[in-house]
């Protein structure tokens, strides 16, 4: 099958200069501040070129971020990052839900963390994009769907936790009823260029929510409807 040469041929090349990229990204988002092992060997061991164009490819282990067509980027790494530690600090989350698939590399963090991940895309054409990479990847707990992110996925629903990738002026009230008791939700949030990162518990038994604030960052919009 086609995609499975492709497959063969994109992890032959994947080899000493790429596994060095990586441990030297590593080393850097250690410095930057990240501790969590888990998330680091996670970051270590996947391969973060097959989830951007080969003309790009070469830039892949740089901390930015970098775009993946529609006007829509793939995180900068120091930020999946961060956002996967605040995700899973206080106990590994049993159902995840992304919103914001874009290339698959932030889902697939997380599907080499957790036991079941869901992802949701507006862009058609991106979610693809990051079925093929999940595939060749063979990446098989995870379940994808093109779909407006701010409705979440009811029939799917409680989640652990659920993590934005794009930023809403607040979070959509709809995704926040999936949140299953003791869970978390890590989103930007606010407009382009005043985004903070928060992360909402909700309380196992009073129900109560408890913000954090985890920063400043810059992330896409979250927008409506399909394309
Ligand atoms: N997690 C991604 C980041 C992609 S950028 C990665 O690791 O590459 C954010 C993504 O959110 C974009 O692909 C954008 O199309 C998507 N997005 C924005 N609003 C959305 C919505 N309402 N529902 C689903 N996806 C949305």
Redesign the pocket.
């Known amino acids: 099958m086609k995609t499975h040469a492709l497959s063969a041929s994109a992890l032959r090349g994947e080899g000493l200069t790429s596994q060095r990229a990586r441990d030297r990204l590593v080393a850097h988002l250690r410095e930057e501040g990240i501790k969590d092992l888990r998330v680091l060997d996670a970051i270590r061991r996947l391969p973060r070129h097959l989830f951007i164009d080969e003309a790009l490819a070469s830039r892949a282990y740089e901390n930015t971020a970098l775009p993946?067509g529609h006007g829509?980027?793939?995180?900068q790494p120091w930020v999946?990052a961060r956002m996967t530690e605040a995700l899973i600090e206080r106990g590994v989350p049993q159902r995840v839900l992304?919103?914001?698939?874009?290339?698959?590399?932030?889902a697939a963090v997380l599907a080499s963390l957790v036991p079941q991940i869901h992802t949701?895309?507006?862009?058609e054409e991106?979610l693809r994009k990051a079925r093929r990479r999940f595939r060749q990847l063979g990446i098989e707990n995870l379940r994808s769907k093109h779909d407006?992110?701010?409705l979440g996925w009811p029939e799917e629903a409680p989640f652990d936790a659920i993590i934005l990738?794009?930023a809403g002026e607040g979070i959509p009230q709809g995704l926040f009823d999936q949140l299953a008791p003791g869970g978390v939700l890590v989103a930007p949030v606010g407009p382009s260029g005043a985004q903070t990162l928060l992360r909402l518990t909700r309380d196992a038994q009073t129900g109560e929510v408890l913000p954090e604030d985890l920063g400043q960052v810059s992330f896409?919009p979250?927008?409506?409807g399909l394309v």
């Not at 829509?72 to 995180?75: A, C, E, G, R």
């Not at 914001?100 to 932030?106: A, E, I, K």
Request: zero cysteines.
């Open positions: 993946i829509q980027t793939i995180s999946v992304e919103i914001g698939t874009g290339s698959g590399y932030q949701v895309e507006r862009i991106l407006d992110g701010n990738t794009a896409v979250l927008l409506g």
